[in-house]
């Protein structure tokens, strides 16, 4: 299984970015996806997970009613809407797949990340 991460870039605060992965291979073994990312100095971080269903489950209270993790199954892909950018949400961004057929995670596959920028 390949992701690959596009749609990063330049914002200024206030703005949007929407964030694609886009997977390949053998993606019926990928469960759920979730959308990562790391701000310079920090932790990599989880944001937001989406199963086959649609479900999806938010991680970050600072990111909540402002980012929306969304999929197209026909297409193999997931977003990640971001609006009313901030300049703390600087940070190079992941998509993650999961084999796992449950709420826990264990993350197999990894893009390799989209940097996203917001000035101030």
């Known amino acids: 299984v390949q992701l690959v991460e596009s749609g990063g870039g330049l914002v200024q605060a206030g703005g949007f970015l929407r964030l694609s992965c886009a997977a390949s291979?053998?993606?019926?073994?990928?469960?759920?996806m979730g959308w990562f990312r790391q701000a310079p100095g920090k932790e990599r971080e989880l944001l937001a997970t989406i199963n086959r269903s649609g479900a999806s489950t938010y991680f970050i209270g600072s990111v909540k009613g402002r980012f929306t993790i969304s999929r197209d199954g026909a297409k193999n892909t997931v977003y990640l809407q971001m609006d009313s950018l901030k300049s703390e949400d600087t940070a190079v961004y992941y998509c993650a797949g999961d084999r796992v057929f449950s709420n826990s995670y264990r993350w197999d596959y990894w893009g390799q990340g989209t940097l996203v920028t917001v000035s101030s």
């Open positions: 291979g053998r993606t019926s073994n990928i469960y759920k």
